[in-house]
Nanobody, 123 residues
Framework: QVQVVESGGGLVQAGGSLRLSCAAS????????MGWFRQAPGKEREFVAA????????VYAASVKGRFTVSRDNAKNTADLQMNSLQPEDTAVYYC????????????????WGQGTQVTVSS
């Protein structure tokens, strides 16, 4: 059983940056893929980014590519999401998840989820 906890959300103006962090425990962190998803009010949860178990590969949703960067530190059991050039449409609850395949962008591919952290971007 893997537990994940997100932190780092908040309120930022359009064009600003935030860094989200995800701390994992209870499993072999270095052997699991880590993903980030988000859910805006009234919308379905959507894929944002994911990183392979060794940090060597990452994938991004088209809407965030070039603005967001996912990374991980297996020595610290953490995975981060650096978000730059934030826009109001990025406003959502952001979730960290642990899963089997970083190449998958579907919710069902991730087995363990954090409670989410709110990101609000004002215009």
């Amino acid at each position: 059983q893997v537990q994940v906890v997100e932190s780092g959300g908040g309120l930022v103006q359009a064009g600003g940056s935030l860094r989200l962090s995800c701390a994992a425990s209870g499993g072999t962190f270095s052997r699991i893929a880590m993903g980030w998803f988000r859910q805006a009010p009234g919308k379905e949860r959507e894929f944002v980014a994911a990183i392979s178990w060794d940090g060597g590969s990452a994938v991004y949703a088209a809407s965030v590519k070039g603005r967001f960067t996912v990374s991980r530190d297996n020595a610290k059991n953490t995975a981060d999401l650096q978000m730059n050039s934030l826009q109001p449409e990025d406003t959502a609850v952001y979730y960290c998840a642990a899963g089997r395949d970083y190449r998958s962008s579907v919710v069902q591919a991730y087995d363990y989820w954090g409670q989410g952290t709110q990101v609000t971007v004002s215009s």
